[in-house]
Every structure is written in structure tokens, then in C-alpha cells.
């Protein structure tokens, strides 16, 4: 019997059971007979769908996940006995760099733009402060670069900034794009019979990605709508901002991704309505892809490459103007068979080009070739 292969993917911010990590990536290793560990913050150890997940405890804070968490993912990960090791945050690259300094393949994966991302944390400090800090964080990028045995990108949209500045390391940045998972879609064959039209948002509840616009404009409209949201909030004050005397947003907790998509299939029309920041504007964020697979039409952010890849599947406003994002979504119910026709385009091209089948193929040719 052939030995697996022992593999390890870290994250000390997201989930155990995060789409990308969890399902697209361990399951996915797990299905190719590799040995998947997943060091990641959890309340116990447990194997789920053959994967090992190895708890870390629960973070009090910024400080404590980057440096505590980052020590113990560093020695649980030896325990791991893996000879890859694959880390889904910047704040590791400080444990990858120990991990390949002892022999390990080291493989970090971006799931941003992060020194961009950088820039417009407000928490961080003042924009000198912000610009310091991504300067800062492009110098171990670059340690990390030289040492790291394969670099992969989430998106498209990092490929200039990555390819212009490590060009004597190209062959090493590898695409893994965020795709959905089609084996766990299935396009639903007419919209809701309800009354009430149905708005869509799942993934991370934050500011930037505009919610408070959205929540603010379905309270204050005269069609009968409900603004459906899943996910994790930025924190308990901005939740209370969100919904606090919202009677028209119903939000339903945080849960597992397979559970995600037969709520998704149960609306009408997906939302994402990211604000204008840099590390938007090229993006091509998996949730649009997901609404496209279960045959939503959207109502998404007028970004001028966004306006271009998803013109006709879509209606494009002004992220963060409430009165626009009421308009559309006005216009949206009163043409609501029309867009419906937008989704049904949008699951056909998904279901096509854009599939985390194909992608986990790329994966596993990176961790054969390592």
C-alpha cells in the first residue's frame, strides 16, 4: 500500500471550515490521497471529511493570534510531520520562513492584495502610519518570496503587482483561483414563489463591503423586499449599526458553506456592493460567481472591470450611495423577469469556465511537482 503524502495548511484568522481552506483545498487534497492536516483556531480536535483539523485555542486579539498563535501553529505543524506546509495568512510568514529554514516546502497562498489591504485599515492608524506598515509588510513579502517554494494568487487581479515586482521569481507564483465548487450547486429552476423578493449577501459582514448601505436602502423602499445576510460581522458594533431597527434584513448566523448554497438558491437576486478601495477594484470575488451558479442575477459594485466582465448578468450602482442602491433594487423588482434571464446567461458561462474542479487540478499539479 503506497504511503499518503503528509501535507498541513495553517490560518490563525480564518474559520475551520472556511470555503477556500476547508472545503476547496483539504477536501479536496484529502479526495487525492494526500495526509491533510489543518492547523487552524477550533474548539477541539477532529477529523471531518478525512481531514485532520488540529486545534489552536481561540484568539484574544490581534496580538495574541500573531504572535502566540503563530508560535504554537509553528511547533504543531512540526508535529504535523507534513513536507508541505501551505499558510492562508500574512501574519505567518514569519512561521513559514522558520518552516522552510528547516527543510520544509513552504507554499503561502494570497488571498488579497495584501499591501493594499493594508493602506486602508483604519485600525492600523493614520494613513503615514498605514503607508509604513505596507512598506514594512512588502519586506518580508519579498524575504518570504525568495524562500517560499511556490507563491499562489487567489485572483487574477494580483498578477501585475506580483509579476512587475518578482519577476526573477515568476516561476514560482501559481494561480488558484477562488472558484465555486459545482459539485455542491445545483443551478434551482425558477425564483421564489414568495411574494416578497428576496436579496442575497453572504461572506464577510464588514464595512468596506458595503452592508450598511444595503440594509439602510431595503428598509427604506416601497417594493416588499427582504434583505437575507450570512455571515461573520467585523465586530458587535457594526452588527448594531446594520440591523438595529431594521425589520427587513433577517440575518442567519455564520454557517458550514455546503449549507450555504440552498439558502442562496431561495432568492432572488445576490448583492455585493464592495466599496471602491484599490484591492476591490480588480477583484473577482467568488461570492459573483456563486449567485451566478445557483442562477441569480446580481446587483454588484459599478467597478470599470467588474462593469466589463459581468455586463450581462448584472445591474451595476454606486456602492456607497443608499439612494442609487434603492433605485436599483426598485428597478430590479419591477424587471424582475428580465434579470431572472441574466441568471439563467450567468449560470450557463460559471458552469463552463469558472469551476473549482478545474482548479483543484492546478493544486494538486503544484503539490506533485513540490
Given at each position: 500500500m503506497t504511503k499518503k503524502k503528509r501535507v498541513c495548511h495553517i490560518s490563525t484568522v480564518h474559520g475551520a471550515f472556511d470555503g477556500r481552506i476547508f472545503y476547496k483545498q483539504c477536501v479536496y487534497l484529502a479526495k487525492e490521497?494526500?495526509?491533510v492536516s489543518y492547523i487552524v483556531q477550533h474548539d477541539k480536535n477532529e477529523e471531518v471529511s478525512n481531514v485532520k483539523i488540529r486545534r489552536l485555542p481561540k484568539s484574544r486579539g490581534r496580538f495574541h493570534r500573531f504572535f502566540v498563535l503563530g508560535f504554537l501553529a509553528y511547533f504543531k505543524a512540526i508535529g504535523a510531520r507534513a513536507k508541505i506546509v501551505h499558510f492562508h495568512d500574512p501574519e505567518l510568514i514569519f512561521v513559514g520562513i522558520g518552516l522552510r529554514l528547516i527543510g520544509k516546502k513552504v507554499i503561502y497562498d494570497n488571498h488579497e492584495l495584501v499591501y493594499k489591504q493594508i493602506e486602508g485599515k483604519s485600525w492600523v492608524g493614520k494613513s503615514g502610519l498605514r503607508k509604513?506598515?505596507?512598506?514594512?509588510?512588502?519586506?518580508f513579502e519579498?524575504?518570504?518570496?525568495?524562500?517560499?517554494?511556490?507563491?499562489v494568487l487567489a485572483e487574477d487581479g494580483y498578477k501585475d503587482y506580483f509579476e512587475s515586482r518578482y519577476k526573477r521569481k515568476i516561476k514560482k507564483i501559481k494561480y488558484i483561483r477562488n472558484y465555486p465548487i459545482l459539485d455542491l450547486i445545483q443551478p434551482r429552476n425558477q425564483g421564489s414563489e414568495s411574494k416578497v423578493v428576496r436579496l442575497f449577501y453572504a461572506g464577510g459582514l464588514l464595512r468596506v463591503r458595503g452592508i450598511k448601505e444595503v440594509c439602510e436602502a431595503v428598509e427604506d423602499i416601497s417594493a416588499d423586499v427582504e434583505l437575507i445576510l450570512l455571515g461573520r460581522w467585523q465586530n458587535e458594533e457594526y452588527k448594531n449599526e446594520c440591523l438595529e431597527g431594521k425589520g427587513r434584513v433577517k440575518f442567519l448566523g455564520e454557517i458550514p458553506l455546503k449549507e450555504v448554497y440552498p439558502i442562496m438558491k431561495t432568492a432572488d437576486i445576490g448583492i455585493c456592493t464592495l466599496y471602491p478601495v484599490e484591492n476591490h477594484l480588480t477583484s473577482n470575488p467568488v461570492k459573483v460567481y456563486e449567485y451566478m451558479a445557483c442562477g441569480l442575477p446580481m446587483i454588484i459594485s459599478n467597478f470599470p472591470s467588474w462593469m466589463e466582465q459581468f455586463k450581462d448578468y448584472s445591474v451595476f450602482v454606486d456602492p456607497t450611495s443608499v439612494e442609487e442602491i434603492k433605485e436599483k433594487i426598485q428597478w430590479s423588482?419591477?424587471?424582475?423577469?428580465?434579470?431572472?434571464?441574466r441568471g439563467r446567461k450567468g449560470s450557463k458561462i460559471v458552469r463552463e469556465k469558472y469551476s473549482w474542479e478545474a482548479e483543484s487540478k492546478r493544486l494538486v499539479a503544484i503539490y506533485n511537482d513540490l
Open positions: 490521497g494526500f495526509d509604513m506598515v505596507a512598506k514594512f509588510y512588502q519586506f519579498m524575504l518570504g518570496v525568495s524562500w517560499f517554494s511556490a507563491i423588482v419591477s424587471n424582475l423577469e428580465e434579470l431572472r434571464e
